[in-house]
């Protein structure tokens, strides 16, 4: 069977998707399916994409141009050249909405004759509805008609399927999760007092809530480090905040970290908090827990799981109960620390195993097929 996964980009700097998506389509090929991508260049790879297409995933590469006037992603490459490729694979499967790739991928399918499936990753979320909000009820009804023609829907999180069912009522929709490489994570040494924030630089991740509850306990002896790529000059805005609430340091920004220096910096670091507002899955949740580290993450992501296995705090979106969080991390010895850290490792590699979620993908390709 032969799967063509389209994304608009997997340059480094777009976030998660060009890091989740070669990682989706190694664990597929490892599966026994024959996989490609199509996306279209935007800059450098991801290391992630680097790696797919060493370990035999065929990337198709088409011409695009990235800037605020093409807002869209729309690219006249991949719309003379797709249907073409397409032709060769039995099932189409799409990544995020609102893009031109998005569009013309899932038309081409429907074209064709081919499988389609399609995968959000929270693009109808309510907050992720909002932002944007004029261009998408302009062309949201694409979206919605290609989202009930699919022949599946894929979510990363029940959360997420809600989300997806509420907009698009008719559509089949599964849950898979996304997951990780646990070899790639070495366990954090927790000796000192750092706190880690690690993902895009974006009004959505909850930076403003975190630069006030900071604020609040700036004299705690911790060190916040804020690492990841910047969201159209996000990063100079909220630089502004946090050097009005916070005088004096305790924090840096530090910019986007990729490969083996991610790694090292998630090791070397004693907590790690993520407290966004809308996130279908938030991988770097994952890779926290997945380095042994006490978490503190919103109900803007459905990580639930770090109450109920006791390796962090799942809080509410606002700025009190991100500083409550925050004092609790800080009260823990070292040892407790390291106790939560274990329990979340320990969750993921029960949950997250890309040879599991793999062979489930499969399954659910080959009933599409039937």
């Known amino acids: 069977m032969k799967i063509l996964h389209v994304v608009p980009s997997m340059g480094r700097s777009q976030g998660g998707p060009s890091d989740s998506v070669p990682m989706t389509a190694m664990a597929q090929k490892a599966a026994g399916l024959e996989v490609a991508i199509a996306f279209c260049e935007y800059g450098k790879l991801s290391l992630r994409a680097e790696e797919a297409e060493r370990r035999g995933v065929r990337l198709i590469k088409f011409k695009g141009r990235q800037s605020s006037l093409n807002c869209i992603a729309f690219s006249i490459d991949f719309l003379l050249r797709f249907a073409s490729i397409a032709a060769e694979y039995d099932v189409i499967h799409t990544h995020a909405q609102w893009l031109f790739p998005v569009w013309w991928a899932a038309h081409v399918a429907r074209r064709l004759g081919k499988k389609l499936v399609m995968m959000p990753r929270g693009s109808f979320e309510p907050e992720r509805l909002r932002k944007s909000a004029w261009k998408k009820k302009l ?5 919605k008609h290609y989202a009930i023609c699919a022949d599946s829907i894929w979510a990363t999180a029940e959360s997420e399927a809600d989300g997806v069912r509420l907009f698009a009522p008719q559509s089949h929709v599964e849950v898979f999760p996304i997951g990780l490489n646990f070899e790639s994570y070495s366990l954090s040494r927790q000796a000192g007092k750092t706190l880690l924030f ?3 630089i974006s009004p959505i991740k909850g930076l403003d809530m975190l630069a006030e509850a900071w604020s609040r306990v700036n004299d705690s002896g911790w060190k916040l480090l804020i690492v990841g790529p910047d969201d159209r000059g996000y990063t100079e805005e909220i630089k502004k905040v946090f050097e009005r609430k916070c005088p004096g340091g305790s924090y840096e920004f530090r910019g986007p970290v990729y490969g083996d220096d991610k790694f090292r910096l998630l090791s070397s670091v004693d907590g790690f908090i993520l407290p966004t507002r809308n996130e279908n899955w938030g991988i770097a949740v994952a890779e926290a827990m997945a380095s042994g580290l006490p978490t503190i993450c919103s109900k803007g992501a459905p990580w639930r799981c770090l109450e109920r296995e006791r390796a962090g705090w799942w809080t509410d979106i606002n700025v009190q109960a991100t500083e409550n ?5 800080m009260s823990l010895t070292r040892e407790q620390r390291l106790k939560m850290g274990a329990n979340g490792r320990r969750w993921v590699e029960d949950n ?19």
Not at 325 to 329: D, T
Not at 352 to 370: D, P, R, T, V
């Open 139 to 143: 062309v949201g009804w694409i979206d």
């Open 352 to 370: 997250l195993s890309w040879e599991k979620i793999g062979n489930a993908m499969k399954a659910s390709y080959e009933k599409c097929i039937k």
């Open 198 to 200: 690690f993902s895009r």
């Open 325 to 329: 969080a925050l004092k609790e991390l």
